[in-house]
T-cell receptor
Framework: DAGVIQSPRHEVTEMGQEVTLRCKPISGHDYLFWYRQTMMRGLELLIY????????DSGMPEDRFSAKMPNASFSTLKIQPSEPRDSAVYFCASSPPGRLKNTEAFFGQGTRLTVV | GENVEQHPSTLSVQEGDSAVIKCTYSDSASNYFPWYKQELGKRPQLIID?????GEKKDQRIAVTLNKTAKHFSLHITETQPEDSAVYFCAASLTGTASKLTFGTGTRLQVTL
């Protein structure tokens, strides 16, 4: 398995533009997480899904952020409109089912977003 | 919600010395405490974890201790090597799983020759 795959790896966009980040979780994992990493705030959980259903989106900073998981192998995080303070590394992670197995979040390589 | 504090933010040790990173958490109901290592430009990866029913866990050169009463847990790395240089994150979970992990702000460990 290639692990969690994110695209793009880097994104530079102008303020006000829409940004879409993509994630393919590890096959068979039924938990999917979106994290944001900044120097100031570290790793923050934005939202997570279980079996494609959003379970907790309390970490989503504003209505400008939205996430979807249309199927078990694909998720998107969208920012519209983007602002410079959204600049960060966005990580997607997945975790296998089952309480005893669901103890490790496998992270993707991340998308470095720069909003200018 | 849960709040996790981590100290120090940076740590420099000489090769062969030990390194200790400490974290405190706020919610006494948290029951799962993993540690992730993130090398420069790479993804975070789990290196060790501990559950609330255990006081200490060891895996070769790394160990984690948990004090539930004081609500703090620590990562200990012995005989440090240059490849241990990375950012280390502690985390706490209320669910006993990787769901709803609250991370600390990270410790940048530098192992010098």
């Amino acid at each position: 398995d290639a692990g969690v795959i994110q695209s793009p790896r880097h994104e530079v966009t102008e303020m006000g533009q829409e940004v879409t980040l993509r994630c393919k979780p590890i096959s068979g994992h039924d938990y999917l997480f979106w994290y944001r990493q900044t120097m100031m705030r570290g790793l923050e959980l934005l939202i997570y899904f279980n079996n494609n259903v959003p379970i907790d989106d309390s970490g989503m900073p504003e209505d400008r952020f939205s996430a979807k998981m249309p199927n078990a192998s694909f998720s998107t995080l969208k920012i519209q409109p983007s602002e410079p303070r959204d600049s960060a590394v966005y990580f997607c992670a997945s975790s296998p089912p089952g309480r005893l197995k669901n103890t490790e979040a496998f992270f993707g390589q991340g998308t470095r977003l720069t909003v200018v | 919600g849960e709040n996790v504090e981590q100290h120090p933010s940076t740590l420099s040790v000489q090769e062969g010395d030990s390194a200790v990173i400490k974290c405190t958490y706020s919610d006494s109901a948290s029951n799962y405490f993993p540690w992730y290592k993130q090398e420069l430009g790479k993804r975070p990866q789990l290196i060790i974890d501990i559950r609330s029913n255990v006081g200490e866990k060891k895996d070769q050169r790394i160990a984690v201790t948990l004090n539930k009463t004081a609500k703090h847990f620590s990562l200990h790395i012995t005989e440090t090597q240059p490849e241990d240089s990375a950012v280390y994150f502690c985390a706490a979970s209320l669910t006993g799983t990787a769901s709803k992990l609250t991370f600390g702000t990270g410790t940048r460990l530098q192992v010098t020759l």
